[in-house]
Every structure is written in C-alpha cells, then in structure tokens.
Nanobody, 126 residues
Framework: VQLQASGGGLVQAGASLRLSCSAPGRAFSNGVMGWFRQAPGKEREFVTAIRWSGRSTHYADSVKGRFTISGDNAKESVSLQMNSLKPEDSAIYYC????????????????????WGRGTLVTVSS
C-alpha cells in the first residue's frame, strides 16, 4: 500500500499549512495513521498520530498546541493542520500507517509502521 501525501510548501514563520495523506480503498480500521518528519542531518522523528480505535490523538511536545491531526470517517485518510509554523518545523514530512493496534509507547517508533508515503517538503523561512 502506497500512502499518498500532499500539501507541503514554502511559507514564512507564523503561517499555516495543511498536509493530507490518503490510502484509497484501504481503511486502517483498528490501526494507526500518523506523521513523522526528517530535517537535513537529523533522524526521522515522530510528529503526531491518531489511533482509530477510540480516535485518540497524540503529539510530540514540540508541536502540541500548534498542530492538529484529524481523520475521515472511512479511516482512509488523515490531515495535519499546522499553525504558527517555525523554521525548526522545516523538514520532509512522511505519512505512515499500520493495521496494528499500537500501544501509546510505540506510537513514536517508526519501525512500528508498515506503510509509508513518499514524503512532502515543508520549508518555513524566518
């Protein structure tokens, strides 16, 4: 399954962007969909995830209060609303998904996710 991500771009600090990720025809009904990001010279890091069972959402401390993940009722797509963007948010953002019911402590492990999108570039200028 190839996840399809879109919505990246170049914005100024303080602006907003919305990323989208879909898996047409594939619902992760009991699993997790989320976003990771990787800045140049850094390791890939967890950003946010939504667990479909219970629809709980989880965020990295660095984005809490600024980013919001949401999903459609069909559980085939998620969106990431990013507000008050900072230069340090600049990275390639990857959509990820798994059918597994991950426990909270595993949400941040990229190896726990089975499906990935190709990444979309977000650049925030100061």
């Amino acid at each position: 399954v190839q996840l399809q991500a879109s919505g990246g771009g170049l914005v100024q600090a303080g602006a907003s962007l919305r990323l989208s990720c879909s898996a047409p025809g594939r619902a992760f009904s009991n699993g997790v969909m989320g976003w990771f990001r990787q800045a140049p010279g850094k390791e890939r890091e967890f950003v946010t995830a939504i667990r479909w069972s219970g629809r709980s959402t989880h965020y990295a401390d660095s984005v809490k209060g600024r980013f919001t993940i949401s999903g459609d009722n069909a559980k085939e797509s998620v969106s990431l609303q990013m507000n008050s963007l900072k230069p340090e948010d600049s990275a390639i953002y990857y959509c990820a998904a798994t059918n597994s019911r991950l426990i909270i402590s595993r949400l941040r492990d990229d190896i726990a996710y089975d499906y990935w999108g190709r990444g979309t570039l977000v650049t925030v200028s100061s």
